[in-house]
């Protein structure tokens, strides 16, 4: 009966990246490469893309949370934990990726998570986009060439969830859509979410 301590990742980093002026104006052709800086946001910016619900609801059962930003300044504290969580933290840096693929029990609660590289200017509170995600040239998809993302990138896609399952992979599990709207309506998903993340 030990105690079972899981850690979620919230994705600011994202919120920051889908923000007006960012890395999606990019990606449209409104802006040019100046979007692809952008400010780091906080957990109070969160919506349908960084995973909104997700947090709440994780929050609400009571789970501890640090920002990708707090991860980034101190990616050894994921050695206090027994289980890392990631929502829809689609862009990370290179000390978050090297952390967290190195922990022994990640679970993906979203697909696409770990897609992009940023790096981060402290002194301006910023991100940039490094690497993935067409940038910087359109072969790249995953800027990490991550095989676990790449295998469960597709899922992104499916965001009813009516054939959800956790899907192991090396050194965790991943759930096969993107449970953004199911995840306040979905009673048995939400069960299942409350009893996976605390054994």
Same mark, same amino acid.
């Given at each position: 009966?030990? !105690?079972?301590?899981?850690?979620?990742? $919230?994705?600011?980093?994202?919120?920051?990246?889908?923000?007006?002026?960012?890395?999606? /104006?990019?990606?449209?052709?409104?802006?040019?490469?100046?979007?692809?800086?952008?400010?780091?946001?906080?957990? =109070? /910016?969160?919506?349908?893309?960084?995973?909104?619900?997700?947090?709440?609801?994780?929050?609400?059962?009571?789970?501890?949370? @640090?920002? /990708?930003?707090?991860?980034? #300044?101190?990616?050894? @504290?994921?050695?206090?934990?027994?289980? $890392?969580?990631?929502?829809?933290?689609?862009?990370?840096?290179?000390?978050?990726?090297?952390? +967290?693929?190195?922990?022994?029990? $990640?679970?993906?609660?979203?697909?696409?998570?770990?897609?992009?590289? +940023?790096? $981060?200017?402290?002194?301006?509170?910023?991100?940039?986009?490094? #690497?993935?995600?067409?940038?910087?040239? =359109?072969?790249?998809?995953?800027?990490? /060439?991550? =095989?676990? !993302? !790449?295998?469960?990138?597709?899922?992104?896609?499916?965001?009813?969830?009516?054939?959800? !399952?956790?899907?192991?992979?090396?050194?965790?599990?991943?759930?096969?859509?993107?449970?953004?709207?199911?995840?306040?309506?979905?009673? +048995?998903?939400? #069960?299942?979410?409350? @009893?996976?993340?605390? @054994?």
């Amino acid at each position: 009966d030990e !105690e079972v301590t899981p850690l979620v990742i $919230i994705p600011t980093f994202t919120a920051s990246a889908y923000a007006p002026l960012g890395f999606y /104006d990019y990606y449209a052709e409104r802006c040019g490469e100046e979007c692809l800086t952008t400010k780091i946001l906080t957990k =109070e /910016d969160l919506d349908y893309n960084s995973s909104a619900n997700g947090f709440k609801i994780l929050d609400l059962l009571g789970y501890n949370s @640090i920002s /990708d930003l707090e991860l980034h #300044k101190n990616p050894n @504290i994921l050695n206090n934990y027994d289980k $890392i969580i990631f929502l829809h933290n689609e862009y990370i840096t290179k000390e978050m990726f090297n952390a +967290v693929t190195s922990h022994n029990n $990640i679970i993906f609660l979203y697909p696409n998570a770990i897609y992009a590289e +940023v790096e $981060i200017n402290l002194d301006q509170n910023e991100i940039t986009l490094i #690497k993935g995600h067409g940038f910087p040239n =359109e072969s790249i998809g995953n800027g990490f /060439d991550y =095989e676990v !993302e !790449e295998r469960f990138h597709d899922y992104e896609y499916d965001s009813v969830c009516l054939d959800w !399952e956790f899907i192991e992979f090396e050194n965790g599990y991943a759930l096969n859509c993107f449970p953004e709207q199911q995840i306040f309506q979905n009673a +048995v998903l939400l #069960k299942a979410l409350n @009893i996976s993340f605390v @054994i």
